[in-house]
């Protein structure tokens, strides 16, 4: 029993690794109505930014303002520059340039920092949370941002204009231009806002997994997978989604004999298909009906 | 968000080719093959070698553009198919002592069979859903190849060394050579195949889902049917061209059909067109050379260089090879006008 | 007309004429890739993919040849390093040692990285009598001169090292309760079986949890719960470094301190102790066979000097904690004592029978006490290591310098 307690503790601090970046996934979904398989690299590239500030002698919280301002102007930049001519592009070349944009910045990342992992730190402290060994006071802290972030986009979505514009521009762009929504900008908003909530989930996961060029290759899967199981249109079922994969993974591996251990990631995957298969849309995303 | 239901236009993610415009006229072809069979008679081994593994995922980019082009599924998960087909001919091989020609069509009716299974609960998927089924297949099948339980059959993390075969009755070739034009036939087999395949009522039948699927239904087309049957051929394919894979690499492991794999072929249909059959090859030749000549610019920035070709190659023809075609043959028809 | 004595005087010259020629080309005896003036080698290595974190390692060595050819070459002749990118891929690797061996032409085949790779080459190469020199792996099979004559390893056996800590653990902990977490690939499943080799008869007994990971999970904090909760009093860590800081560090965040003992591939003090943090780190145990250039305890080695030297003028910016630097030049060394003893027979079977034959060679990177030594019935080059223990920011060698030797199955 204390096993299974501690398992699901543990599942709820990694989840919140898969939540953040989810948050990342949601946002750009809402933004461009595609996945960006970029989004982790372009995470990993601001946390080294942040990383390099520090090391500069900027302090943590100076490093990371720094870093939001930074990523925000860069996704709105790559938006701009390689991904506005591709508008009218075929949906799956706009994909190979996702690819493109990976290889590009992995490469760069691994050449200007190297492939050595490194210590990033946390404002938060690693000491256990209220006698709990198994949740530090840095995934406690992890778990409040998210939640902070998840209101925060809550709010964004559903009460602001530009919110709203926003996820008009990406659903409906056609009847966006029409009520004059400059579609072409949310776009590049919604990259910029992506990429920034990217750097959030950057610099809070580096503490755990430590930085270096391949740390978000497997959180990205995980953070695919968690914003599906939630449904891509719902930061709340995003979130969720990321505590729920964390702790199915981490049942499965302690407690399917045999390859529970060595198969956890195709048993959550499989399980979130099975929820796919019932529920397309996701456990929260809105059903959308279509026509001919 | 909000439970209010949404009304959109289906999602049309593949572009609609009328199926002539999948294919090429009978005079390029008869070109292209003929330069395919002369090239390796004046070509090192090594090239030919390379030449065979262009042919081999030229095979699994067309299976991807049937999938893809033909049915208007998107798949990442293309090198699952792949590696269960190049351990089916592994495992026949050196297990069971099987010839190795025997062991394609096996290969192939194993894959058929797991891409079909595969296709039923993804018909309820579609789009960036799918992808994620399809790119967790490709995730997950390098760990079930390393299962402690199918150790004695797989090799495990180790992998398998595959035997390469000699030419048969006597002929006077290199085991490269001979591999090539036993790959040659059995490319050229499956092209026609292919062709025929999307000219026919399946292939039609295909197409319709890929333009609406909605209307496809109401039309009477069993959408159901055709969808998996799609993901069944499409799998089979790449299951004979993982299975020639391994007889020509030599070895299986599960390192060799990582989810990179399936990104490759993934680029090499983008870079080929998505739907123009012929393509195909030049999508296989992006995968095997653009690597190479990144290298060749850069080695501590190949990825990056790699990744800013790419751009190059997108930004210039967005609809792939199939674009420079297109315009080719509009200036052949300008120039007979004159 | 010809008398039989004029004929026969005449087969005479020719036969001395073909003698004094022969005995010429004893002395200059070149295979495809070597010349009066050149030595073609061919490397593959990962710049790119999920290992391109081993790039570095061919870099070093690019970086080592031209050192080399600054200070005049080998014997006279100038060493070309021809290097490909692999991606990790087997079927890559095959395609670029194709391309090395076909249309580089190289003399042969130097440091191919990853057991994989190495794997899918090892029958071509041999088949082809390629020499296929100093693996970059540490995978058992490498040692195999009776079948694979043209394969040889460089670096300690995987098993070889865990059979060293079997051997401690039965020694200094015989009623240990033991839990292994390793990497569910060839080098974790490699350091399983040593384990269990080393530990016999006990094994059964004395392990009471095998807990294996992916390389591909973002964070393995859950194998450690399932692990604290089985209870051992000792931790065997057989992962790749940052899978090592994070055990490490989580490990101390539970305030749990079971006996740990790491990898040698994960014992970097840079790249694994001093992000777990050193304060977590103190006590782990392991083994080494090579100086680790961010321990401070080498500041004054000679040998360490001259590769501090080496990087800052042909590597300049390179990150030193990186323990690839390192082992690049020791390998590359290694070929180069192995190229001077050829002499001017760079033929395939002389590099091969010069490799077989290295007495007490010791590259510049090495343990004091660890020496090269090769004969043609043992292919380990490298196969002596030394336990040690961390205490404050540095290793503490302990003990006898172990030789750990295995030939293949």
């Given at each position: 029993?204390?096993?299974?307690?501690?398992?699901?503790?543990?599942?709820?601090?990694?989840?919140?690794?898969?939540?953040?970046?989810?948050?990342?996934?949601?946002?750009?979904?809402?933004?461009?109505?595609?996945?960006?398989?970029?989004?982790?690299?372009?995470?990993?590239?601001?946390?080294?930014?942040?990383?390099?500030?520090?090391?500069?002698?900027?302090?943590?919280?100076?490093?990371?303002?720094?870093?939001?301002?930074?990523?925000?102007?860069?996704?709105?930049?790559?938006?701009?520059?390689?991904?506005?001519?591709?508008?009218?592009?075929?949906?799956?070349?706009?994909?190979?340039?996702?690819?493109?944009?990976?290889?590009?910045?992995?490469?760069?990342?691994?050449?200007?920092?190297?492939?050595?992992?490194?210590?990033?730190?946390?404002?938060?402290?690693?000491?256990?949370?209220?006698?709990?060994?198994?949740?530090?006071?840095?995934?406690?802290?992890?778990?409040?941002?998210?939640?902070?972030?998840?209101?925060?986009?809550?709010?964004?979505?559903?009460?602001?204009?530009?919110?709203?514009?926003?996820?008009?521009?990406?659903?409906?762009?056609?009847?966006?231009?029409?009520?004059?929504?400059?579609?072409?900008?949310?776009?590049?908003?919604?990259?910029?806002?992506?990429?920034?909530?990217?750097?959030?989930?950057?610099?809070?996961?580096?503490?755990?997994?430590?930085?270096?060029?391949?740390?978000?290759?497997?959180?990205?899967?995980?953070?695919?997978?968690?914003?599906?199981?939630?449904?891509?249109?719902?930061?709340?079922?995003?979130?969720?989604?990321?505590?729920?994969?964390?702790?199915?993974?981490?049942?499965?591996?302690?407690?399917?004999?045999?390859?529970?251990?060595?198969?956890?990631?195709?048993?959550?995957?499989?399980?979130?298909?099975?929820?796919?298969?019932?529920?397309?849309?996701?456990?929260?995303?809105?059903?959308?009906?279509k026509r001919v | 968000?909000?439970?209010?239901?949404?009304?959109?236009p289906e999602d049309q993610p593949v572009e609609a080719?009328?199926?002539?415009?999948?294919?090429?006229?009978?005079?390029?072809?008869?070109?292209?093959?003929?330069?395919?069979?002369?090239?390796?008679?004046?070509?090192?081994?090594?090239?030919?070698?390379?030449?065979?593994?262009?042919?081999?995922?030229?095979?699994?980019?067309?299976?991807?553009?049937?999938?893809?082009?033909?049915s208007g599924?998107?798949?990442?998960?293309?090198?699952?198919?792949?590696?269960?087909?190049?351990?089916?001919?592994?495992?026949?091989?050196?297990?069971?002592?099987?010839?190795?020609?025997?062991?394609?069509?096996?290969?192939?009716?194993?894959?058929?069979?797991?891409?079909?299974?595969?296709?039923?609960?993804?018909?309820?998927?579609s789009?960036?859903?799918?992808?994620?089924?399809?790119?967790?297949?490709?995730?997950?099948?390098?760990?079930?190849?390393?299962?402690?339980?199918?150790?004695?059959?797989?090799?495990?993390?180790?992998?398998?060394?595959?035997?390469?075969?000699?030419?048969?009755?006597?002929?006077?070739?290199?085991?490269?050579?001979?591999?090539?034009?036993?790959?040659?036939?059995?490319?050229?087999?499956?092209?026609?195949?292919?062709?025929?395949?999307?000219?026919?009522?399946?292939?039609r039948a295909f197409m319709a889902i890929r333009d609406n699927e909605i209307a496809a239904s109401a039309m009477?087309v069993?959408v159901?049917?055709?969808?998996?049957?799609?993901?069944?051929?499409?799998?089979?394919?790449?299951?004979?061209?993982?299975?020639?894979?391994?007889?020509?690499?030599?070895?299986?492991?599960?390192?060799?059909?990582?989810?990179?794999?399936?990104?490759?072929?993934?680029?090499?249909?983008?870079?080929?067109?998505?739907?123009?059959?012929?393509?195909?090859?030049?999508?296989?030749?992006?995968?095997?050379?653009?690597?190479?000549?990144?290298?060749?610019?850069?080695?501590?920035?190949?990825?990056?260089?790699?990744?800013?070709?790419?751009?190059?190659?997108?930004?210039?023809?967005?609809?792939?090879?199939?674009?420079?075609?297109?315009?080719?043959?509009?200036?052949?028809?300008?120039?007979?006008?004159? | 007309?010809?008398?039989?004595?004029?004929?026969?005087?005449?087969?005479?010259?020719?036969?001395?004429?073909?003698?004094?020629?022969?005995?010429?080309?004893?002395?200059?005896?070149?295979?495809?890739?070597?010349?009066?003036?050149?030595?073609?080698?061919?490397?593959?290595?990962?710049?790119?993919?999920?290992?391109?974190?081993?790039?570095?390692?061919?870099?070093?060595?690019?970086?080592?040849?031209?050192?080399?050819?600054?200070?005049?070459?080998?014997?006279?002749?100038?060493?070309?390093?021809?290097?490909?990118?692999?991606?990790?891929?087997?079927?890559?690797?095959?395609?670029?040692?194709?391309?090395?061996?076909?249309?580089?032409?190289?003399?042969?085949?130097?440091?191919?990285?990853?057991?994989?790779?190495?794997?899918?080459?090892?029958?071509?190469?041999?088949?082809?009598?390629?020499?296929?020199?100093?693996?970059?792996?540490?995978?058992?099979?490498?040692?195999?001169?009776?079948?694979?004559?043209?394969?040889?390893?460089?670096?300690?056996?995987?098993?070889?090292?865990?059979?060293?800590?079997?051997?401690?653990?039965?020694?200094?902990?015989?009623?240990?309760?033991?839990?292994?977490?390793?990497?569910?690939?060839?080098?974790?499943?490699?350091?399983?079986?040593?384990?269990?080799?080393?530990?016999?008869?006990?094994?059964?007994?004395?392990?009471?949890?095998?807990?294996?990971?992916?390389?591909?999970?973002?964070?393995?904090?859950?194998?450690?719960?399932?692990?604290?909760?089985?209870?051992?009093?000792?931790?065997?860590?057989?992962?790749?470094?940052?899978?090592?800081?994070?055990?490490?560090?989580?490990?101390?965040?539970?305030?749990?301190?079971?006996?740990?003992?790491?990898?040698?591939?994960?014992?970097?003090?840079?790249?694994?102790?001093?992000?777990?943090?050193?304060?977590?780190?103190?006590?782990?145990?392991?083994?080494?066979?090579?100086?680790?250039?961010?321990?401070?305890?080498?500041?004054?080695?000679?040998?360490?000097?001259?590769?501090?030297?080496?990087?800052?003028?042909?590597?300049?910016?390179?990150?030193?904690?990186?323990?690839?630097?390192?082992?690049?030049?020791?390998?590359?060394?290694?070929?180069?004592?192995?190229?001077?003893?050829?002499?001017?027979?760079?033929?395939?079977?002389?590099?091969?029978?010069?490799?077989?034959?290295?007495?007490?060679?010791?590259?510049?990177?090495?343990?004091?006490?660890?020496?090269?030594?090769?004969?043609?019935?043992?292919?380990?080059?490298?196969?002596?290591?030394?336990?040690?223990?961390?205490?404050?920011?540095?290793?503490?060698?302990?003990?006898?310098?172990?030789?750990?030797?295995?030939?293949?199955?």
């Amino acid at each position: 029993m204390e096993l299974f307690t501690n398992q699901i503790l543990a599942g709820i601090a990694t989840g919140a690794i898969y939540a953040c970046m989810a948050l990342a996934v949601v946002m750009i979904y809402q933004a461009i109505d595609h996945l960006n398989f970029a989004q982790g690299e372009m995470a990993m590239f601001s946390t080294f930014i942040s990383w390099q500030l520090m090391q500069v002698g900027v302090p943590y919280w100076g490093a990371f303002v720094l870093t939001l301002v930074f990523s925000f102007i860069g996704g709105i930049a790559i938006e701009r520059i390689l991904f506005k001519p591709l508008t009218k592009a075929p949906i799956l070349t706009n994909v190979a340039g996702f690819i493109a944009l990976f290889a590009i910045i992995n490469s760069s990342a691994g050449l200007i920092w190297d492939f050595t992992i490194k210590q990033y730190p946390t404002p938060f402290g690693s000491s256990p949370f209220l006698g709990s060994q198994l949740i530090s006071t840095h995934q406690a802290g992890m778990i409040g941002v998210t939640v902070l972030l998840l209101l925060a986009l809550y709010f964004f979505f559903q009460y602001t204009r530009m919110g709203l514009a926003m996820r008009a521009a990406a659903s409906l762009p056609e009847s966006a231009r029409l009520v004059g929504i400059n579609t072409s900008w949310m776009i590049a908003l919604g990259w910029g806002m992506a990429s920034a909530i990217g750097a959030i989930a950057g610099m809070l996961i580096a503490p755990v997994v430590f930085l270096e060029p391949n740390m978000m290759g497997g959180v990205l899967i995980y953070g695919f997978a968690a914003a599906v199981l939630g449904g891509l249109t719902s930061p709340f079922g995003a979130v969720v989604g990321g505590f729920l994969v964390g702790i199915f993974e981490n049942l499965a591996g302690t407690y399917i004999p045999g390859v529970g251990n060595e198969l956890k990631l195709p048993i959550a995957l499989a399980l979130i298909i099975s929820v796919l298969v019932v529920k397309p849309a996701g456990l929260f995303g809105r059903h959308i009906v279509k026509r001919v | 968000m909000s439970a209010i239901e949404n009304v959109a236009p289906e999602d049309q993610p593949v572009e609609a080719v009328p199926k002539r415009a999948m294919t090429i006229g009978s005079g390029t072809s008869f070109v292209v093959l003929l330069l395919l069979l002369i090239v390796p008679l004046f070509a090192k081994n090594f090239i030919i070698f390379q030449l065979t593994m262009l042919l081999i995922y030229g095979l699994a980019v067309l299976a991807l553009n049937i999938l893809t082009g033909g049915s208007g599924q998107f798949s990442l998960g293309q090198s699952a198919f792949y590696a269960v087909g190049a351990y089916t001919t592994a495992v026949l091989m050196e297990h069971l002592n099987i010839n190795y020609a025997l062991t394609l069509p096996i290969a192939g009716l194993v894959c058929f069979a797991f891409g079909f299974l595969f296709g039923q609960p993804a018909l309820r998927l579609s789009g960036v859903y799918l992808a994620l089924a399809t790119f967790a297949l490709a995730t997950a099948m390098p760990q079930l190849l390393k299962l402690n339980f199918l150790e004695h059959w797989t090799g495990g993390v180790q992998g398998l060394v595959v035997t390469k075969p000699d030419a048969p009755f006597g002929l006077p070739m290199s085991q490269d050579m001979w591999l090539y034009y036993f790959t040659l036939a059995i490319t050229l087999a499956i092209y026609i195949f292919s062709v025929n395949l999307l000219r026919s009522r399946s292939g039609r039948a295909f197409m319709a889902i890929r333009d609406n699927e909605i209307a496809a239904s109401a039309m009477g087309v069993d959408v159901a049917l055709y969808k998996t049957l799609a993901f069944g051929v499409s799998a089979g394919i790449t299951g004979v061209a993982g299975g020639l894979g391994a007889i020509a690499v030599q070895f299986v492991a599960p390192d060799s059909y990582t989810i990179t794999l399936a990104i490759s072929l993934f680029l090499g249909m983008v870079v080929g067109g998505v739907g123009w059959l012929p393509g195909s090859i030049i999508g296989s030749a992006f995968i095997i050379f653009v690597p190479n000549i990144a290298e060749g610019i850069s080695k501590g920035l190949s990825g990056a260089v790699f990744g800013v070709l790419l751009f190059l190659i997108i930004f210039l023809v967005p609809h792939g090879a199939r674009q420079i075609a297109i315009v080719g043959q509009q200036l052949i028809g300008k120039l007979r006008k004159n | 007309m010809f008398s039989a004595r004029t004929l026969r005087t005449a087969t005479l010259a020719t036969a001395v004429v073909a003698l004094t020629s022969g005995a010429a080309l004893a002395q200059k005896k070149y295979d495809t890739g070597a010349s009066d003036t050149e030595i073609k080698i061919g490397n593959v290595m990962p710049y790119s993919g999920p290992a391109s974190a081993y790039g570095v390692i061919g870099k070093t060595e690019e970086a080592y040849f031209r050192m080399i050819n600054d200070q005049g070459g080998i014997n006279g002749r100038k060493v070309n390093f021809v290097t490909y990118d692999d991606a990790y891929s087997p079927p890559k690797a095959v395609e670029q040692v194709r391309k090395l061996v076909e249309s580089d032409e190289v003399l042969f085949v130097f440091n191919p990285l990853g057991t994989p790779s190495n794997t899918a080459v090892q029958k071509y190469l041999n088949a082809k009598k390629i020499p296929q020199l100093f693996v970059a792996t540490g995978a058992t099979k490498w040692n195999d001169p009776k079948n694979f004559p043209w394969t040889m390893g460089w670096q300690p056996s995987y098993q070889s090292e865990a059979q060293i800590y079997a051997k401690w653990l039965l020694k200094e902990k015989p009623n240990a309760k033991v839990a292994i977490l390793y990497q569910n690939d060839d080098f974790g499943k490699d350091y399983l079986k040593g384990t269990k080799d080393g530990l016999g008869a006990k094994a059964a007994s004395m392990i009471i949890l095998e807990e294996s990971h992916e390389i591909s999970e973002p964070s393995i904090d859950s194998h450690i719960v399932k692990i604290k909760a089985a209870n051992p009093d000792v931790l065997l860590i057989y992962t790749t470094p940052k899978f090592g800081a994070q055990t490490i560090k989580k490990t101390a965040e539970l305030t749990w301190k079971p006996l740990q003992i790491i990898t040698n591939v994960s014992a970097s003090v840079g790249s694994v102790m001093k992000p777990a943090g050193f304060e977590n780190a103190q006590g782990v145990l392991s083994a080494a066979y090579a100086k680790d250039a961010a321990d401070p305890q080498w500041n004054d080695d000679p040998g360490m000097k001259k590769w501090s030297a080496f990087i800052d003028k042909y590597m300049p910016g390179a990150d030193k904690t990186d323990g690839g630097y390192v082992y690049g030049y020791g390998v590359a060394q290694t070929l180069a004592k192995v190229l001077q003893m050829c002499g001017d027979d760079l033929t395939r079977a002389n590099v091969m029978k010069q490799a077989a034959s290295l007495k007490d060679f010791t590259p510049d990177t090495l343990l004091p006490g660890v020496k090269i030594n090769t004969s043609p019935a043992d292919f380990a080059p490298v196969s002596q290591l030394q336990m040690m223990r961390f205490k404050g920011e540095k290793w503490e060698l302990f003990g006898d310098i172990i030789s750990g030797d295995i030939a293949a199955d």
